[in-house]
């Protein structure tokens, strides 16, 4: 267990929570941007040529 300061104890088990939450935050914005780009280029079979 990580006390800190004298505020509240953090079990092993909420930071892990807590990194994780992160890393999926992360990777969520990534995945949708890159949707929408693929969303885009089908539905736009010119500029799919061009790229």
Known sequence: MIIIGNQ????????KGIIL????AGT???LV???WAL????NHPEV???A
């Open 8 to 15: 509240r104890d953090y079990t092993d088990q909420i930071i």
């Open 39 to 42: 969303s885009l280029l089908l």
């Open 33 to 35: 941007t890159i949707e």
């Open 28 to 30: 969520d914005t990534s």
């Open 21 to 24: 939450v992160m890393l999926t």
């Open 48 to 50: 799919l040529k061009k």
